[in-house]
């Protein structure tokens, strides 16, 4: 079966609102397009003025890797989240309050931090963007899929990423942080610990969000070329 590749971006006067994406077979890309619009219009960080989709095939080799299994961490405050992010990745960097300090900051970021876990440093080559994981989706490519809007799409599109992101050699973990002021639980994932919910991120209300990926190379063109063009399906963990 021939896969196409559905993405969707929204922005307001020009700042990124949310964006999704879905790799699906040809039966399913009208249906796919009117999920994601309605998504867009409904998201809490405010009403886009501009959504583009764009449909294209998919003419390399998919990827097919496990989803990470999940799990919940039980803060109630953005301390013991802090303290939570902390217990998972301090084994992995000397610079972990660091990586801490750099997601709990930033906003309006399209993409991800690349965090050296060796010396500290960013290493994506636009500050202002960051890393952009695309080219990815559940592997159930037909049928299943949640209901757009549902709390369960947005685990389901975090799992998808996460696992993503977490099978290539080079990353060692993962934060991540909404950027929806509604939505407060965030996530620190890792090979070991898999993908592990963690509730109260930032107080409600706040615009914060972004994402870091602890890596271990400083060299990173291989892994930026698997983040945004290799094509995955996420499987069963
Ligand atoms: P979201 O979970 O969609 O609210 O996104 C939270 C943050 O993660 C955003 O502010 C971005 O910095 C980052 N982000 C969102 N989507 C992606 C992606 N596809 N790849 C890398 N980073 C992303």
């Not at 803060?75 to 750099?102: C, F």
């Not at 620190?188 to 870091?212: E, Q, W």
Request: glycine residues 8%; charged residues 20%; contains cysteine.
């Amino acid at each position: 079966m021939s896969l196409f590749s559905v993405k969707m971006r929204s922005s307001a006067r020009g700042t990124h609102i949310s964006g999704a994406e879905r790799i699906v077979g040809e039966q399913e890309i009208d249906e796919v397009c009117a999920a994601m619009s309605r998504r867009a219009l409904a998201h809490g960080k405010g009403q886009p003025d501009s959504i583009t989709i764009t449909v294209s095939a998919i003419e390399r080799e998919v990827v097919r890797v496990p989803a990470l299994p999940i799990t919940e961490a039980t803060s109630r405050t953005p301390a013991e989240a802090r303290d939570v992010v902390l217990g998972a990745i301090a084994p992995l960097t000397a610079h972990a309050a660091q990586a801490w300090e750099l997601v709990t900051s930033v906003r309006d970021m399209r993409g991800a931090i690349l965090f050296d876990a060796a010396t500290g440093n960013r290493l994506e080559p636009d500050y202002a963007r960051g890393v952009r994981v695309t080219s990815m989706d559940a592997a159930t490519a037909t049928g299943e899929r949640p209901e757009a809007g549902s709390g369960k799409t947005r685990v389901a599109d975090a799992l998808v990423l996460a696992s993503k992101v977490a099978h290539h050699p080079s990353v060692l973990a993962e934060v991540c942080i909404s950027d929806d002021p509604d939505y407060t639980t965030g996530y620190v994932a890792t090979n070991t610990l898999g993908y592990l919910r963690v509730p109260n991120m930032k107080p409600a209300g706040s615009a914060v969000g972004g994402r870091l990926f602890v890596v271990d190379t400083a060299a990173p063109a291989d892994l930026i070329e698997y983040l945004e063009h290799t094509p995955v399906l996420v499987g069963e963990s």
